[in-house]
């Protein structure tokens, strides 16, 4: 039977690989009863996560199972990389993709809009993979103009990132800018359609009075969900694009802890994303209704 190989530090032991999943009951149980106390294991299951509870909320994550390395520093300089990567992508795609779907939602099944509407949908249907290394073919092995993958550590100052950032940061616009675009698109068509538009066009009122101050102020309220949407996505659902660049944010730290069944970063990783989802659906929720007066009007009557 094989035996465990154990990784020791100055303190208790940190790490246990086994070859075969049966070695750990084979283990000597003084052994096994001492790495389970080392590990805090021999307490209760709610005990340990009310431990760890209490631990997040101080913004102590713990210790990663691997090399015994602080999670919370861990992570913070890859929630910083993936802030960077998406503060470019959000910088350039929101004004592109508002800009695209306005002037598709008010040309509606002319040339702009087929043409834009085109890209969009094969923005949306090429794989994020696909996408990427068709940019790495092009641009920095043909063209030579910016590096294939970031080979700059995590902990590296920001400015350090620059250019080999450009090409993930490119993939993510593409992607962001299609369904952005698509969302503000509809909007558009639905509230040049919109019964106060059609008012305001029978009075004389100019057209582009009317579409500046009427309807794309109207049109813009639902795209602030899919922003904040979209923003989430960017912070954890990037997992393919980082990888592909070898970008080191939050997606690819997942992605290394998985393969190494680091649970104590997984746990931390998923737990960040999670509260990203929650916490930006609810600042776009409150900015809905802040800036929508017939939302807080319905409320009221409600109430």
Not at 143 to 168: C, H, K, N, Q, R
Not at 234 to 249: M, S
């Amino acid at each position: 039977m094989s035996e465990p190989i154990l990784y020791e530090t100055d303190g208790p032991i940190a790490r246990i690989t086994f070859n075969r999943p049966e070695a750990f009951n084979a283990m000597d149980p003084g052994l096994r009863a001492g790495l389970r106390e080392a590990m805090g294991l021999d307490t209760p299951a709610l005990t340990r996560y009310a431990e760890w509870a209490v631990g997040v909320v101080q913004g102590d994550l713990g210790m990663s199972a691997g090399g015994q390395e602080s999670i919370a520093q861990m992570v913070g300089y890859r929630v910083r990389n993936s802030l960077l990567l998406a503060a470019g992508a959000l910088a350039v795609g929101i004004p592109l993709a508002i800009s695209l779907g306005v002037v598709a939602g008010l040309t509606r099944d002319r040339w702009p809009d087929l043409l834009f509407s085109t890209g969009a949908i094969l923005a949306m249907t090429i794989p994020e993979f696909v996408a990427a290394t068709v940019l790495i073919l092009v641009f920095a092995i043909w063209l030579g103009w910016v590096p294939a993958i970031v080979l700059t550590p995590a902990d590296a100052p920001p400015l350090e990132f620059f250019p080999e950032f450009i090409l993930a940061s490119t993939v993510l616009t593409m992607l962001m800018i299609a369904h952005v675009m698509r969302m503000i698109r509809a909007s558009v068509i639905e509230a040049m359609a919109s019964d106060y538009v059609q008012m305001a066009t029978l009075k004389g009122v100019p057209y582009w009075r009317i579409v500046f101050r009427h309807a794309l102020p109207n049109a813009l309220l639902p795209a602030i969900n899919v922003i904040a949407l979209t923003v989430a996505w960017l912070l954890g659902g990037v997992v393919v694009v980082e990888v592909v660049f070898n970008y080191p944010g939050l997606g690819r730290l997942l992605v290394d802890a998985i393969s190494e069944r680091d649970l104590p970063v997984v746990q931390a990783v998923t737990m960040i994303v999670a509260a990203t989802y929650v916490g930006v659906n609810l600042v776009a929720d409150i900015l809905s209704l802040a800036l929508n007066p017939r939302l807080r009007s319905h409320r009221a009557r409600q109430g």
